[in-house]
């Protein structure tokens, strides 16, 4: 079983609601990640999460708040967001390979197509 | 810092035609992804390729990785409707669990009967 699961699938929140993105794999990855993707852009990264660890925080504005409750969970909590946020986010995991801390394919989730309003 | 650029950024082909998108990284990597993705939908792994000369195939799609010139290419065969979609290459970039992925913009390919 190779599935990301991701809650909601769509959003719509204006700017002064609180909501949360939540993400969920049980394959036993170790390390799990949000992206944000725009329109016809790439994925951009903005949180990874190492043994329930923050390992990196891609210098997201603090109106974005990621949580690791369990090794299986990732919670992304929005507060105060704005129009330019919109877009569709991204859930993925991955596990670690036999090699020191390598880590292998990343799986990604279906999303949460966010509008704000 | 790590770039990747693909290109072609957009590519309109026949069926039954054959073509290659390119993905050029400026630094040393140890691997790198392709994914697919189709409209509003999320990412698929594809292939993973670790090192150099590495060759994958699958179907009509046949992927290859040269470290030296820092070049991936992903070439299609006798292109199918059922291709259509944007193909991203990405590459790792850092080390351990401060490493992350590095994606190019992405081609957009699109298959006409």
């Known amino acids: 079983d190779t599935e990301v699961t991701q809650t909601p699938k769509h959003l719509v929140m204006g700017m002064t609601n609180k909501k949360s993105l939540k993400c969920e794999q049980h394959?036993?990855?170790?390390?799990m990640y949000w992206y944000k993707q725009k329109a016809k852009k790439p994925p951009e990264l903005m949180f990874v999460?190492?043994?329930?660890?923050?390992?990196i925080n891609e210098s997201v504005p603090s109106r974005f708040s990621p949580e690791c409750p369990n090794s299986s969970l990732l919670n992304l909590h929005l507060h105060a967001l704005q129009p330019e946020d919109s877009a569709l986010y991204l859930c993925?995991?991955?596990?670690?390979?036999?090699?020191?801390?390598?880590?292998?394919?990343?799986?990604f989730g279906p999303g949460t197509r966010l509008t704000v309003l | 810092e790590l770039k990747v650029e693909q290109n072609p950024l957009f590519l309109s082909m026949q069926e039954g035609k054959n073509y290659t998108i390119y993905c050029n990284y400026s630094t040393t990597s140890d691997r790198l992804y392709w994914y697919r993705q189709d409209p509003g939908k999320s990412l698929e792994s594809l292939f993973v390729l670790l090192s150099n000369g590495a060759v994958k195939q699958e179907g009509r799609l046949m992927a290859s990785l040269d470290t030296k010139a820092r070049l991936s290419t992903l070439h299609i065969t006798a292109a199918v409707h059922d291709l259509s979609a944007t193909y991203f290459c990405a590459v790792f970039s850092g080390s351990g669990n401060t490493g992350k992925l590095i994606f190019g913009q992405g081609t957009t390919l699109q298959v006409k009967p």
């Open positions: 993925a995991s991955s596990r670690y390979t036999s090699e020191v801390k390598r880590t292998d394919t990343q799986y």
């Open positions: 999460y190492s043994y329930e660890k923050l390992s």
């Open positions: 394959m036993g990855h170790r390390a």
